[in-house]
């Protein structure tokens, strides 16, 4: 059974930065890659950023690009998204999920694997 474990959520300041990080565990099948999304209160759940396979191309939402990045370390079986400059609107549920292949579908179908989610409070 493969579970995704995020870790480092809470409350930030805006302005300030915090990281996320998303472990995996239990047999997966290789290759995959892995991604982001969130869930703001009453809104749907939206992607965020992904990486591929081999870490040589992420992808990310307009909303974010620039603030936050991607990245993996396949022998921790762990990618992080750190958080620079977040702004009161990303506050939101921040889920990680997994898809088998090479890139995550940025509508979240061809996810096979997602995270319990972790709370991002940004305070103005």
């Known amino acids: 059974q493969v579970r995704l474990v995020e870790s480092g959520g809470g409350l930030v300041p805006a302005g300030g930065s915090l990281r996320l990080s998303c472990a995996v565990f239990?047999?997966?099948?290789?290759?995959?890659?892995m991604g982001w999304f969130r869930q703001a209160p009453g809104k749907e759940r939206v992607f965020v950023a992904a990486?591929?396979?081999?870490?040589?191309?992420?992808a990310y939402a307009d909303s974010v690009k620039g603030r936050f990045t991607n990245s993996r370390d396949d022998a921790k079986n762990t990618v992080y998204l750190p958080m620079n400059r977040p702004k009161p609107e990303d506050t939101a549920v921040y889920y990680c999920?997994?898809?088998?292949?090479?890139?995550?579908?940025?509508?979240?179908?061809?996810?096979?694997?997602w995270g319990q989610g972790t709370q991002v409070t940004v305070s103005s």
């Open positions: 999920a997994r898809e088998d292949g090479h890139t995550v579908s940025s509508s979240g179908r061809g996810v096979d694997y």
């Open positions: 239990g047999l997966t099948s290789r290759p995959y890659a």
């Open positions: 990486i591929n396979w081999s870490a040589t191309s992420t």
